[in-house]
């Protein structure tokens, strides 16, 4: 951004110079590695070295910011052929990424000023646990983009910002602001963005079209244990390349991990803490590909699982509606870093080919009810095929510990239910009273289908506090917990209404996550119906009433909620026009993090 987008790093060598000179210190050309293209941290620590005394870099990085910020108010420009060139690459649908060593509280300050709109992804210095020059940034930018490094090219003005994208494998095109930045393989050097067009950042990456890549940059595993054996497979990451052509190995990281040339990543960990591994990939034409593998590892007399992440997410058909549906899908669950799913609208074969992705546990019952596991699928619970509507439950071991006093195994049951009548269709265009709507839901068919369910779950919500229980699905109905007097201008108009579905859920004991974390609807609404539908598809014209008709609900002593979302990511357009959308279904996920408590 600074220097490349905007013409700041003159701006940020001013402000550096003038708290340093406040200092005592003048700077140099020797301050130029120090300050050009480093983070504010980086800078700091610089100073403070530099000019000794008792000032902290806490201290001087609240100073730095301060006076940047103040210099970029009232002086941001941008640079050369800048704007030009993100106009060009919107025009052609190439979606890009703003990956900048300043906090996120000055790319906003720029972009705001700029009233730039052009980023899909967005990677600042409180992004990354490291910032440029290590590959980290532009590893999350190619990351949340959904491609590899190789096929990016990253515009960058200091040598500091080169370093960063070539170690993460981008293509480099260095239009130097302040700091000279010579040629080199891979890399181009221009004068001026002036210079540069679709053609050229085409052509620097015309030969990376080809070759083994993974859908990620890293990914976390599930968690390990000291002195027990691990194991993960991640070869279904891979593509670009046929299994048979490809040799996966260890490049570097953990002693006690070792890399199969399968591609399993396998060994005993000696030492509580986060392993971290690097896997390459090289196929028989020598292209690589690269892997970092986090590996969460606990004590030896430590509960394995301490925290849990539960994903509700009705797939649309499988993902079908949008291209390269299941790619996105597995990146979008390595993104929220899940333990367990779900799945509505399986459509056949979705978790089925997500699990042997990840190499994950799957059950599925019929065609449409599905559930993925991080952890073991110990026993399955219902019919093996309950119809499309209808729900499909399994437990799901976390720990071969039974002596922790944590919870070592968690029943999940995944539901669906009958889609018409739809309520707030009959409340919002048809006007119908609360007994009426009741009367319809009678009719829909949904209460019986729960109640059937919870009669199946009887004996497990019995024993909860013994062994939690989670109800995941798309209920095709709202929350009583939603509709009241308070939130009606958020449905029609109309106030509060008993819908049935929840409350016989609630009866049962079960809690809704999203309102236990999110007590107010107003503020909160989580609507999850639906992220591409603003109007009716009847072609109407009226606007489509938005609802929560997907939930996580749990049970039991042992499950906090501490996180809840209505879970949507990336660049989406409206139905009908939703082939190259990010997110692959015209529901939103509801993602509940979990705290596993002492019973």
Not at 5 to 17: Q, R
Not at 99 to 111: G, K, M, N, Q
Not at 322 to 332: C, S, T
Not at 528 to 538: G, L, N, Q, R, V
Request: proline share 7%; aromatic share 6%.
């Amino acid at each position: 951004m600074d220097g490349t987008l905007v013409d700041t790093e003159e701006v940020w060598w001013l402000s550096v110079a003038h708290v340093a000179q406040d200092l005592g210190h003048e700077l140099t050309d020797a301050d130029l590695p120090e300050v050009l293209g480093r983070p504010v941290a980086h800078t700091a620590a610089h100073l403070q070295r530099v000019i000794g005394g008792e000032i902290s870099e806490d201290a001087l990085a609240a100073a730095l910011q301060r006076e940047f910020t103040v210099r970029v108010e009232s002086r941001v420009e941008p640079r050369p052929g800048a704007v030009e060139l993100l106009d060009e690459l919107r025009r052609h649908g190439i979606r890009t990424a703003l990956v900048t060593a300043s906090p996120r509280s000055v790319a906003e300050i720029v972009l705001s000023a700029l009233g730039l709109t052009h980023f899909a992804v967005t990677v600042t210095a409180d992004d990354t646990e490291h910032s440029k020059p290590a590959p980290d940034p532009y590893l999350a930018a190619a990351h949340a983009l959904g491609v590899r490094p190789s096929a990016c090219v990253a515009v960058e003005d200091t040598p500091t910002g080169v370093a960063s994208a070539e170690a993460a494998g981008c293509r480099v095109l260095a239009v130097p602001s302040m700091a000279p930045v010579p040629p080199a393989p891979g890399r181009t050097v221009l004068d001026s963005l002036k210079q540069a067009g679709l053609p050229l950042l085409r052509s620097l990456v015309a030969d990376t079209a080809t070759g083994p890549y993974f859908l990620t940059g890293s990914l976390t595993t599930r968690n390990a244990r000291v002195g027990e054996r691990f194991r993960a497979g991640i070869a279904g990451l891979l593509r670009g390349a046929g299994p048979d052509a490809v040799t996966f190995a260890a490049e570097h990281g953990a002693d006690w991990a070792e890399v199969t040339p399968d591609g399993t990543v396998h060994g005993t960990p000696r030492t509580a803490g986060t392993a971290e591994i690097t896997v390459i990939a090289t196929d028989s034409a020598g292209g690589r590909a690269r892997l970092g593998v986090r590996i969460p590892v606990v004590g030896a007399d430590d509960p394995l699982v301490r925290e849990l992440k539960v994903m509700s997410w009705n797939l649309w058909f499988g993902g079908t509606k949008v291209d390269d549906h299941r790619d996105k899908q597995l990146r979008i669950l390595l993104d929220a870093d899940v333990d367990l799913v779900g799945i509505q609208e399986n459509h056949f074969t979705a978790a089925e080919e997500l699990a042997a992705a990840l190499g994950w546990d799957y059950h599925q019952a019929g065609q449409n009810l599905a559930v993925l596991s991080r952890y073991p699928i110990e026993a399955r619970h219902g019919s093996p095929d309950p119809g499309f509507y209808g729900g499909t439950g399994v437990t799901v071991r976390l720990d071969t510990r039974t002596d922790t006093g944590l919870p070592h195994e968690v029943v999940l049951w995944s539901t669906h239910l009958n889609y018409t009548p739809y309520g707030p269709y009959d409340a919002c265009f048809d006007g119908l009273t609360a007994a009426e709507l009741a009367d319809r839901e009678a009719s829909s068919g949904r209460l019986a289908q729960m109640h059937d369910m919870l009669d199946a779950m009887a004996g497990q919500l019995a024993d909860r506090d013994t062994t939690p229980v989670l109800l995941l699905g798309d209920f095709n109905a709202p929350s009583h917990l939603d509709w009241t007097e308070a939130t009606a201008p958020l449905h029609g108009g109309r106030g509060a209404v008993p819908w049935p579905v929840t409350r016989a859920a609630e009866a049962a004991g079960l809690r809704d996550s999203y309102r236990t974390i999110h007590a107010d609807p107003l503020r909160h609404p989580g609507f999850t119906w639906s992220p591409i539908h603003d109007a009716h598809e009847d072609g109407s014209g009226r606007p489509e009433p938005q609802d929560r008709i997907d939930f996580v609900l749990y049970a039991g002593a042992a499950l906090m909620p501490r996180t809840s979302a209505a879970y949507v990511t990336g660049a989406n357009n409206l139905f009908p026009d939703v082939a190259a959308n990010d997110w692959p279904s015209d529901h939103a996920a509801v993602l509940t993090s979990f705290d596993l408590v002492t019973r």
